[in-house]
């Protein structure tokens, strides 16, 4: 017996918004909505997805799960993902070859180099 991956679940303060920043970010889009979820998908029929569901309280310690992405342009990735509202955050990573970023309510990420960098 196994299981699929059907999604992953983060807990947001404001759903619709968080959903929205991470479907544009990673050219996913909405493919679900009610008032106490917000699901995203890279199309409608293509699983895992990502759950945004509401959280009453705001995040207050480092991410034990991320997501990391491996842009062909790391540099541009990072600058666009900046531009969208990102920010850089200094988890004690040191001097490696990734950025560390928070999306608008703090929860980090990592933008990886290239494959072959």
């Known amino acids: 017996m196994s299981s699929a991956w059907e999604s ?17 970010a990673l ?9 106490d ?3 995203i998908r ?12 509401p959280a009453a309280d705001d995040k207050e310690t480092r991410n034990r799960l991320h997501i990391d992405l491996r842009p062909d342009d790391q540099e541009a990735e990072v600058e666009r993902l900046v531009d969208m ?4 955050v200094d988890i004690g990573q ?4 990734w950025t560390v970023l928070a999306d608008p309510e703090g929860n980090e990420f990592c933008v990886l180099r290239q494959r072959g960098n």
Do not use: C, M, N
């Open 27 to 35: 050219g996913y889009q909405v493919v679900a909505e009610k008032p």
């Open 37 to 39: 979820e917000v699901e």
């Open 8 to 24: 992953l679940t983060v807990d947001a303060r404001d759903p619709a918004r968080l959903a929205r920043w991470w479907a544009e």
């Open 42 to 53: 890279r199309s409608p029929d293509r699983l895992p997805g990502i759950v945004f569901v």
């Open 94 to 97: 040191g001097d490696v070859g």
């Open 85 to 88: 509202g990102a920010r850089h």
